[in-house]
């Protein structure tokens, strides 16, 4: 006849109470602890075969105040002159805080959960597996949220100050520090790596010592093994690349190089970019290709004091372009570019420039199929001045 055993603690008693068939009624079972009694080694209830020990155990040199449910803090001793430590631990799950020896203030559920952890302290762990740790190194790290089945999972040292929450988030962390990660996969084989601020399904899913990251949209920085200084904003943004160092990328686009850096970028939602900026401070206008960030009537502006500007490169349709170049600072300015093909025009290309505000200004323009000049001059007596920001149009003429 199938027997349900209910445990029930009250006032500083144990009542063991079990039910006759599938509906029939409670009736008290065997065991029965009064206010008086005392149990030493907690207490081992065996139904069908399972045993589950229930004990508050600590050891000498702690103050206790342990709750442990499924085999756990058997080796907690505390330490001499720290009796906090050993302490207010609650254990619930199959070998759950097994190895906790002087940890502290900590909370492991689930089967495996905390299994590894001797004295880390201020830990929340929930779910199988959490911050179990590798079987060989003990987990000491302190003040660390883990909410999901392997969260935290091998956390073999030293990690701390983490937060990892969803399944296999944070899975394979280390030493790793100050890192906070939300959603599946999230940060999966984060190790060393600290400071990262990352949420998403399989958001930042292959990096492993990056640090200084933010990232933010599913699938975000995935193929991101070493970046550092990212800060990603999108739906599969940053996708592509695989080395990376201060960028900053806002929207959906993808199909980057492998390697960036100090980029801004700007997308749509549909991963369509409309602005850039490069390590420079070039500043781009206009729908680009993310692999190349080619494209026609881009717009440029420099806030350097140019001599040279670099218009960039137009894609193979192009057969005219335009911009603006500002802050120039001499009396003549090179405009380069890479034509249709990754040439220039064949035979040359025709400009025509427009001064900006409302100083008058000669420019004079000599053409090539590469590089046209601007030349400045005072309006009114010719000689040459300092050009004043300007706006210009070529057309390649094959």
Not at 74 to 92: F, I, R
Not at 225 to 247: K, Y
Not at 284 to 291: K, L
Request: aromatic share 6%.
């Amino acid at each position: 006849m199938p027997v349900l055993l209910v445990l029930m603690v009250f006032m500083g008693g144990v009542m063991l109470f079990d039910r006759v068939g599938a509906t029939g009624t409670f009736r008290t079972a065997n065991l029965q602890v009064d206010d008086d009694s005392v149990l030493n080694g907690g207490v081992s209830v065996n139904t069908n075969g399972q045993a589950i020990t229930i004990s508050t155990f600590f050891g000498s040199n702690a103050d206790g105040q342990n709750f442990w449910i499924g085999g756990g803090g058997l080796n907690s001793h505390g330490d001499l002159g720290n009796t906090n430590e050993g302490s207010q631990n609650v254990a619930l799950g199959n070998v759950a805080g097994r190895d906790v020896t002087t940890g502290f203030d900590s909370v492991y559920i689930g089967g495996a959960a905390g299994r590894g952890v001797t004295s880390g302290g201020d830990n929340t762990c929930v779910g199988r597996s959490c911050l179990q740790g590798d079987g060989v190194n003990p987990v000491t790290g302190h003040h660390n949220t883990a909410l999901g089945v392997n969260t935290m999972g091998a956390a073999a040292t030293t990690a701390e100050d983490c937060v990892a929450v969803g399944l296999d988030s944070l899975q394979f962390i280390t030493t790793g520090f100050q890192n906070t990660c939300v959603g599946y996969e999230c940060g999966a084989k984060i190790n060393t790596g600290f400071s990262n601020a990352i949420m998403g399904a399989h958001a930042f899913e292959n990096a492993t010592s990056a640090h200084d990251n933010t990232s933010v949209g599913l699938n975000s920085l995935r193929d991101c093994t070493i970046c550092d200084h990212m800060i990603v904003l999108g739906r599969g943004a940053a996708g592509g690349i695989t080395t990376g160092e201060s960028d900053t990328l806002i929207g959906a686009a993808s199909g980057f190089p492998a390697a960036l850096t100090s980029w801004i970028i700007f997308s749509d939602g549909d991963g369509n970019i409309s602005q850039t900026m490069d390590g420079h401070s070039v500043l781009s206008f206009g729908r680009a290709d993310s692999a190349t960030f080619q494209t026609a009537h881009l717009m440029q502006l420099s806030p350097r004091l140019a001599t040279s500007v670099n218009h960039g490169s137009l894609v193979a349709t192009s057969t005219d372009f335009a911009g603006t170049i500002a802050g120039i600072g001499a009396t003549s300015v090179v405009l380069t570019f890479t034509g249709p093909g990754g040439s220039g025009f064949g035979t040359t290309s025709q400009c025509v420039v427009t001064p900006i505000g409302g100083t008058p200004q000669l420019i004079t323009v000599t053409n090539s199929a590469t590089a046209p000049t601007f030349s400045c001059f005072a309006a009114t007596t010719g000689a040459a001045a300092n050009c004043v920001d300007l706006n210009y149009h070529c057309v390649g003429v094959q």
